[in-house]
């Protein structure tokens, strides 16, 4: 039997599934032929979710550690005994350091509203510190926000339609697939097909033009494109003066960017620079569609702004065809009735989230003494992952973690719990690559012991006596308040087709800028008053900064895209997909390689005062000389020395407060016998 469900994972692709169930155990994945979007397909990564559910390294009982932190060593006990435990520690931990000292940490493993939001009225009620979700993407929210304003941009589906198509910062095929399809069918139609990326990557492989620009210059970029635009009178007049503000001081600012001094920044030709502005000036209708690269650089919300910036120079958001994509869907937005924010006390502090290794090693009045883990692996995706491992390792701190599998963070853990599985649950789904939600209910019962993260935590909230009415409510209470929400987005919505598992589309118009930007002007921002009003540039600045940490000792670039065959760091637990990912390796440029005496396949160290990682050497010219690349996230534990997080600062960017993961700088060296 087929059953419909939601892939979970934190993808803007959000797709919708068909499970094959037989004898009470999913077979076969694939793509749901109606969902308007996954069209049938699945990345080669969801195929596995079969073997995902019902691996046999599965946790499928609570357990409790028996040797040292970190020993990963752990004896199985009852649901009982372990909620009565972590109950019990902390209601101890609040009497003698207050609630503050427990800290939750959770992001995006599972991207249903309700399970993903599920632990929050708890904390809370609780009153523990309270997390700052900011380690993905609130650095390019907040550039492309002061720019174009809040809101959905501009659909992908319509890209089909442009003839002049610009990838900045975003591996397609790998992160994104089901944007292919649209881009492709441009390109056969006579599109020019552009990707802006800091290394040959699968999707720029297949781009007509690649700009191999120098990491952390692309506000450079885009502003060498404005001067040309500007210089070459290839502007929309009646759109700039209708509907923008500050085309005067843009002017100005961006006749400092002339190609020729912006070729030596990004590593460019200048007539590179100057043919690709030309293309998207003379385009019928130019498409930008942003990842989230450029804002991976303690710069980076000065990046996206100014990336975003570049339609409304030429009119693209009126043109059909034309734009440039953020982030889509955006309904239902209120969740207040389930994270019920009015229960936490005033005052309490905020931990962000990229901060994590200081707040378990640093922060004091009171210390972190107890960490809740869940939806999360922060041994592996959190920077500076040698000061979070120094964390994790305290005696003193008790750790909870809710997994499905043995992480590198779970094995520092005192009590884990085991959760269930994305297709043993009831979930809402909304995505920020497409305009449709969904609805799923379970395929199958939980497996084993597990339990959803919502029953968990009312579990838990009962025990500490917690009697609000939150913590009462079923799934299908919390999806109903959403749908309630007084959105246009929502009008129309079926209710009766979202519960059948169907795709249902928001009431989002394919280009929502038609009817202008939801900025303080509502207008597209070239200058900020908002950016002035703080003391920030208010014009876009395209002057890079690079990782102050490094000093005289570390010159190369370091970055740590995605890889091919992992989504952050899940899919590591899948055989398959390791091995078909490899040993970790370190993309180095010829040059770069020679002048250090290291070969293809050589084991090498790359190394800064933060920590170290071990790889084996890749020597290519599809990076840039003076840039290493080494795909992520492998597991340390099932890859010794691949932690590539060890190398990344807990610095925060510009704006948004996210962390400048692809703002290194190292070295690299052959190992040592």
Same mark, same amino acid.
Request: net charge neutral; glycine share 10%.
């Given at each position: 039997?087929?059953?419909?469900?939601?892939?979970?994972?934190?993808?803007?692709?959000?797709?919708?599934?068909?499970?094959?169930?037989?004898?009470?155990?999913?077979?076969?994945?694939?793509?749901?032929?109606?969902?308007?979007?996954?069209?049938?397909?699945?990345?080669?990564?969801?195929?596995?979710?079969?073997?995902?559910?019902?691996?046999?390294?599965?946790?499928?009982?609570?357990?409790?550690?028996?040797?040292?932190?970190?020993?990963?060593?752990?004896?199985?006990?009852?649901?009982?005994?372990?909620?009565?435990?972590?109950?019990?520690?902390?209601?101890?931990?609040?009497?003698?350091?207050?609630?503050?000292?427990?800290?939750?940490?959770?992001?995006?493993?599972?991207?249903?509203?309700?399970?993903?939001?599920?632990?929050?009225?708890?904390?809370?009620?609780?009153?523990?510190?309270?997390?700052?979700?900011?380690?993905?993407?609130?650095?390019?929210?907040?550039?492309?926000?002061?720019?174009?304003?809040?809101?959905?941009?501009?659909?992908?589906?319509?890209?089909?339609?442009?003839?002049?198509?610009?990838?900045?910062?975003?591996?397609?095929?790998?992160?994104?697939?089901?944007?292919?399809?649209?881009?492709?069918?441009?390109?056969?139609?006579?599109?020019? @097909?552009?990707?802006?990326?800091?290394? /040959?990557?699968?999707?720029?492989?297949? &781009?007509? %033009?690649?700009?191999?620009? *120098? =990491? #952390?210059?692309?506000?450079?970029?885009?502003?060498?494109?404005?001067?040309?635009?500007?210089?070459?009178?290839?502007?929309?007049?009646?759109?700039?003066?209708?509907?923008?503000?500050?085309?005067?001081?843009?002017?100005?600012?961006?006749?400092?960017?002339?190609?020729?001094?912006?070729?030596?920044?990004?590593?460019?030709?200048?007539?590179?620079?100057?043919?690709?502005?030309?293309?998207?000036?003379?385009?019928?209708?130019?498409?930008?569609?942003?990842?989230?690269?450029?804002?991976?650089? @303690?710069?980076?919300?000065?990046?996206? /702004?100014?990336?975003?910036?570049?339609? &409304?120079? %030429?009119?693209?958001?009126? *043109? =059909? #065809?034309?734009?440039?994509?953020?982030?889509?869907?955006?309904a239902p937005s209120d969740l207040s009735r389930l994270i019920r924010s009015d229960l936490r006390p005033s005052g309490t502090r905020t931990v962000n989230m990229v901060e994590l290794g200081n707040a378990l090693t640093k922060l004091d009045d009171p210390p972190v003494k107890m960490l809740y883990v869940y939806l999360s692996n922060p041994a592996v995706v959190a920077p500076q992952s040698r000061d979070v491992l120094a964390g994790l390792a305290r005696e003193d701190l008790f750790v909870v973690v809710q997994e499905m599998f043995q992480t590198d963070t779970?094995?520092?853990?005192?009590?884990?719990?085991?959760?269930?599985?994305?297709?043993?649950?009831?979930?809402?789904?909304?995505?920020?690559?497409?305009?449709?939600?969904?609805?799923?209910?379970?395929?199958?019962?939980?497996?084993?012991?597990?339990?959803?993260?919502?029953?968990?935590?009312?579990?838990?909230?009962?025990?500490?006596?917690?009697?609000?009415?939150?913590?009462?409510?079923?799934?299908?209470?919390?999806?109903?308040?959403?749908?309630?929400?007084?959105?246009?987005?929502?009008?129309?919505?079926?209710?009766?087709?979202?519960?059948?598992?169907?795709?249902?589309?928001?009431?989002?118009?394919?280009?929502?800028?038609?009817?202008?930007?939801?900025?303080?002007?509502?207008?597209?921002?070239?200058?900020?008053?908002?950016?002035?009003?703080?003391?920030?540039?208010?014009?876009?600045?395209?002057?890079?900064?690079?990782?102050?940490?490094?000093?005289?000792?570390?010159?190369?670039?370091?970055?740590?895209?995605?890889?091919?065959?992992?989504?952050?760091?899940?899919?590591?637990?899948?055989?398959?997909?390791?091995?078909?990912?490899?040993?970790?390796?370190?993309?180095?440029?010829?040059?770069?390689?020679?002048?250090?005496?290291?070969?293809?396949?050589?084991?090498?160290?790359?190394?800064?005062?933060?920590?170290?990682?071990?790889?084996?050497?890749?020597?290519?010219?599809?990076?840039?000389?003076?840039?290493?690349?080494?795909?992520?996230?492998?597991?340390?534990?099932?890859?010794?020395?691949?932690?590539?997080?060890?190398?990344?600062?807990?610095?925060?960017?510009?704006?948004?407060?996210?962390?400048?993961?692809?703002?290194?700088?190292?070295?690299?060296?052959?190992?040592?016998?």
């Open positions: 039997m087929w059953k419909r469900a939601v892939c979970t994972k934190d993808c803007p692709d959000t797709c919708g599934l068909l499970t094959k169930v037989e004898n009470g155990q999913i077979v076969s994945v694939k793509g749901d032929p109606d969902h308007p979007f996954t069209a049938g397909f699945i990345c080669h990564k969801a195929k596995n979710f079969p073997e995902h559910v019902h691996s046999p390294k599965r946790i499928t009982t609570p357990l409790r550690r028996i040797g040292p932190k970190g020993a990963g060593q752990f004896e199985s006990i009852s649901w009982n005994d372990a909620l009565d435990e972590v109950a019990s520690k902390m209601q101890s931990v609040s009497s003698e350091f207050g609630p503050e000292s427990i800290l939750p940490y959770s992001y995006g493993g599972h991207m249903g509203l309700v399970h993903r939001n599920g632990g929050h009225a708890f904390f809370n009620r609780l009153g523990a510190s309270q997390l700052n979700y900011t380690i993905c993407g609130a650095a390019a929210t907040a550039g492309y926000e002061t720019s174009l304003g809040k809101g959905p941009s501009t659909e992908i589906q319509s890209a089909a339609q442009s003839d002049y198509i610009i990838i900045w910062g975003s591996n397609t095929l790998t992160t994104n697939v089901h944007a292919w399809p649209y881009f492709n069918n441009a390109q056969k139609a006579g599109a020019t @097909l552009v990707v802006i990326d800091p290394y /040959r990557n699968r999707t720029a492989q297949r &781009a007509d %033009v690649h700009l191999m620009i *120098k =990491p #952390g210059t692309d506000a450079a970029l885009a502003l060498a494109m404005m001067q040309v635009l500007i210089d070459r009178d290839m502007i929309d007049h009646d759109f700039i003066s209708q509907k923008t503000t500050g085309f005067g001081e843009l002017k100005v600012r961006a006749a400092e960017y002339t190609p020729a001094r912006v070729a030596d920044i990004c590593g460019l030709s200048e007539d590179m620079i100057v043919r690709m502005a030309e293309g998207y000036g003379r385009a019928r209708a130019p498409y930008i569609r942003t990842g989230w690269g450029p804002a991976r650089q @303690l710069k980076g919300a000065m990046a996206m /702004r100014t990336i975003a910036l570049l339609p &409304a120079l %030429v009119g693209a958001f009126d *043109k =059909p #065809g034309g734009g440039i994509t953020r982030s889509l869907g955006g779970t094995r520092y853990a005192d009590i884990v719990l085991p959760g269930a599985s994305f297709l043993e649950i009831t979930d809402f789904y909304r995505s920020y690559g497409h305009n449709y939600i969904q609805m799923a209910q379970p395929v199958i019962p939980p497996v084993g012991q597990s339990r959803s993260t919502l029953t968990i935590f009312q579990d838990l909230a009962a025990r500490l006596g917690f009697k609000d009415s939150v913590f009462s409510l079923d799934e299908m209470d919390f999806i109903e308040n959403f749908l309630r929400e007084d959105s246009p987005y929502l009008k129309g919505v079926d209710f009766d087709r979202l519960k059948s598992g169907r795709a249902v589309r928001l009431n989002i118009p394919s280009n929502p800028y038609a009817h202008g930007f939801v900025t303080p002007s509502g207008k597209v921002e070239f200058y900020s008053q908002a950016m002035a009003d703080k003391g920030l540039d208010p014009l876009p600045d395209g002057q890079p900064l690079r990782d102050p940490d490094g000093g005289d000792s570390y010159r190369l670039e370091f970055i740590t895209p995605p890889n091919h065959f992992f989504l952050n760091s899940a899919f590591n637990e899948i055989d398959n997909l390791r091995e078909k990912a490899g040993q970790a390796r370190v993309m180095i440029h010829p040059e770069t390689a020679r002048t250090r005496g290291i070969s293809d396949k050589d084991p090498v160290r790359v190394f800064n005062d933060r920590g170290e990682c071990h790889f084996l050497a890749h020597i290519t010219n599809d990076t840039q000389a003076g840039l290493l690349v080494a795909e992520g996230l492998h597991w340390p534990s099932l890859s010794p020395g691949s932690g590539v997080n060890q190398l990344t600062s807990q610095r925060l960017t510009d704006m948004g407060e996210t962390c400048a993961f692809h703002c290194n700088l190292v070295e690299v060296q052959l190992e040592t016998p």
